[in-house]
Each structure stands twice: as C-alpha cells, then as structure tokens.
C-alpha cells in the first residue's frame, strides 16, 4: 500500500521560506519520479516540480530559481524548499509519485498525498 504524508505548510509572509517534506513507502523503487503539485481555490491543479530516480529535476517557470526539489533516499523522503515566497504561491500542495519518465502532468502521477496547506500574505 502506497503512502505519501506531506508535512511543513503553514503561513509565511512575502519573501519568506517553507520547507515542504513527503514521507512515502509501498510506491516501489523502479523507474520512479516524485513530484510536487498544487491548488489553489477554483485553479487547476499545477505540476511545481518533479524529480526522478536519476536525480534529474524540471521545474514549472513560476517557480524556477525559488523553490528546490530533492530527495533523500535513505529516509524515503521528498522535499520541497521554496524561498522567495509570493502571495500567489498559496496553495494546497501535494506530493505524487508516477512511473515511467519524468514528468509534471497530474495524469502521469499514480499516487497522491493529501496535501499541505501554504499560505503566503503580503
């Protein structure tokens, strides 16, 4: 049975920092990518950012050069460190897995948290 917690949300001001973290078991270790997404109210779900069993990592452009996925192996593990934080950052954010190559579509993704709420005020 698959597992993904996510854990680290809460309220943070303009310009600040959060760390996101996913804990995961039973998703498997075979060709495997990890991701995080969110949503914010009346919004489509966005891919934020992904990452694969190689290490390989892309990123949405919103996002690019603020937030920062990894993983830790040892622990089963995903992160997310987002800094720069904008009010359009709020969300709830999801941690996923999905199998096959990298991507940051909710469609390619199997398994799914329940989710972390981020709030950034101005």
């Known amino acids: 049975q698959v597992q993904l917690v996510e854990s680290g949300g809460g309220s943070v001001q303009a310009g600040g920092s959060l760390r996101l973290s996913c804990g995961a078991a039973?998703?498997?270790?075979?060709?495997?990518?990890m991701g995080w997404f969110r949503q914010a109210p009346g919004k489509e779900r966005e891919g934020v950012a992904a990452?694969?069993?190689?290490?390989?990592?892309t990123y949405a452009r919103s996002v690019k050069g603020r937030f920062t996925i990894s993983k830790d192996n040892g622990k089963n593990t995903l992160y997310l460190q987002m800094n720069s934080l904008k009010p359009e950052d709020t969300a709830m954010y999801y941690c996923?897995?999905?199998?096959?190559?990298?991507?940051?579509?909710?469609?390619?993704?199997?398994?799914w948290g329940q989710g972390t709420q981020v709030t950034v005020s101005s």
């Open positions: 039973g998703y498997g270790y075979s060709n495997h990518y």
């Open positions: 996923a897995v999905g199998y096959g190559y990298l991507s940051r579509e909710p469609r390619d993704f199997s398994y």
């Open positions: 990452i694969d069993s190689d290490g390989s990592t």
